[in-house]
């Protein structure tokens, strides 16, 4: 089995192509296709099935996909050089205390 995903304009296109023909469609496998990052803005996703040896495929699904903007992230807030040294400092005197005390 292979798939492919393209985009095109505002048709977002999944083919799946099964390499071996079987007696009935095999619609109890899954498949999980990745795709993106796309741009915001609406898409009609549509998903083709085939054979590898068969030409005509067959649109077995089309849905609206509405894609948005990702949400702003705020900063992560983070020490400063001396901050850092200082937090250290006091890392390193706390462990050499509770050493100390457990000898």
């Known amino acids: 089995m292979t798939s492919e995903t ?9 083919t799946v192509l099964y390499d071996v023909c079987y007696p009935i469609p095999p619609f109890s496998t899954q498949t999980i296709v990745e ?10 996703y549509e998903v083709y ?5 068969h030409p005509p495929l067959t649109l077995v699904g089309q849905l609206p996909l509405v894609v948005t903007a990702a949400p702003a992230v705020a900063a992560v807030p983070t020490l400063d050089r001396a901050g850092t040294i200082v937090l250290a400092a006091m890392l390193c005197g706390l462990t050499t205390l509770l ?3 457990a000898v």
């Open 6 to 14: 393209l985009v095109e304009g505002s048709v977002v296109r999944t």
């Open 99 to 101: 050493l100390r005390r």
């Open 35 to 44: 795709f993106g990052p796309l741009p915001p803005g609406t898409y009609t």
């Open 49 to 53: 099935l085939g054979f590898a040896d």
